[in-house]
């Protein structure tokens, strides 16, 4: 079925809830990473306290390339030069305990060069390891947003961000305990973020179907698809985790 790419600005046919949960689960996401693996700490804190921000900007810019009617390829390069300087940015600006902003030539010149001597005498690699694993978390956002707002398809995007949050989780972490977030409610939250996600997709793919079969989509029948699949995700997710509390 033919549709033509949609303006930006506009709700995009997957709902602006799709939106809202794949961003969730992003900042989630960063927000696990940054507690577990603190790099760069300085008197600000730590360098991976900026993870939550730049995943939540790559998940923007990921959908904005998504709803374009720039090709994949031209929209993954444009995403990946966000990235760099993104990145680079975010991280001079950590490294020289300055503001983000103003955003002047001198300050950006600056700010490269501050990163570029931090990779050069990073001995303990916590610099290039922030890096990298911003890099990661950026590439996910925009392979996420591509694959709801483009291909229509949430089982990729769900699997993709699920996957780096158990790793997360499996490998370890560099805090104590009682300093981490509770591992439970965290997968709880991802679980019920990523069934809703599904669920909102699958009705995307039903309105296809009827649209197909010349079935006009009534608000009630939407609605009705909605809560009731709220309703079981939710309870699943609160049975599931109660289990394995107990």
């Excluded at 990145?87 to 950590?94: C, E, H, I, Q, R």
């Amino acid at each position: 079925m033919s549709r033509r790419r949609p303006q930006l600005l506009t709700r995009p046919e997957q709902g602006w809830s799709s939106l809202l949960l794949l961003l969730g689960m992003l900042v989630l996401l960063a927000v696990s990473i940054a507690d577990s693996r603190p790099f760069v700490v300085t008197e600000r804190g730590s360098l991976t306290d900026s993870l939550p921000i730049v995943t939540l900007a790559a998940g923007l810019i990921g959908y904005l390339l998504a709803r374009s009617s720039l090709g994949v390829v031209r929209a993954h390069v444009i995403g990946a030069a966000f990235a760099a300087f993104v990145l680079l940015f975010v991280a001079g600006s950590w490294l020289l305990a300055t503001s983000p902003l103003p955003m002047d030539l001198d300050g950006i010149g600056a700010r490269v060069d501050a990163v570029w001597l931090a990779l050069v005498d990073d001995l303990s690699g916590e610099t290039t390891t922030y890096l990298v694993m911003a890099a990661i978390c950026w590439t996910t956002a925009q392979f996420g947003a591509f694959s709801v707002f483009r291909y229509d398809r949430g089982g990729p995007a769900a699997m993709a961000v699920g996957t780096l949050l158990f790793l997360n989780v499996g490998l370890g972490t560099f805090q104590s305990e009682e300093d981490l977030l509770p591992v439970v409610p965290v997968l709880a939250t991802f679980a019920a973020l990523a069934l809703l996600l599904l669920m909102r997709m699958q009705l995307v793919q039903q309105r296809y179907a009827w649209a197909r079969r010349h079935i006009s989509d009534t608000r009630d029948v939407s609605r009705l698809f909605i809560r009731t699949g709220t309703a079981f995700v939710l309870i699943a997710v609160l049975s599931a985790s109660s289990l394995t509390v107990w």
